[in-house]
């Protein structure tokens, strides 16, 4: 965003102030992207099916013990030991493969 503003700057502002403000608006934007690529280069990041264990789901098709549930708007086989009817609310506890262990909540 700060390198538009030194384009910006160097079309507007008069001469030698357009030069002033276009060096300004780049160091800084040279800095911003310093800081920020400091800031996150050590975060691991939070993707993949490992993030769904401990989310709610909704039970589509009954889990007896096979079935499929809704959980982020889309469908995921799913087996429930304790089973489950359609409509009711399961807590995601495991992942084999692509089918989502769940447990009646």
């Known amino acids: 965003m700060l390198f538009v503003a030194a384009v910006v700057l160097l079309l507007v502002l008069p001469d030698p102030w357009n030069l002033i403000g276009c060096t300004v608006a780049v160091v800084a934007g040279c800095g911003e992207l310093f800081l920020w690529q400091r800031t996150v280069r050590g975060r691991k990041t939070a993707v993949g099916s490992e993030t769904m264990i401990g989310s709610e789901a909704q039970v589509v098709t009954p889990c007896r013990p096979d079935g499929q549930v809704r959980l982020a708007g889309e469908l995921w086989d799913a087996r429930c030991a ?22 009646p909540k």
Request: charged residues 25%; aromatic residues 0%; glycine residues 14%.
């Open 82 to 103: 304790a089973g489950a009817d359609p409509g009711r609310l399961v807590l995601v506890v495991d992942r084999k493969g692509l089918t989502l262990i769940v447990e």
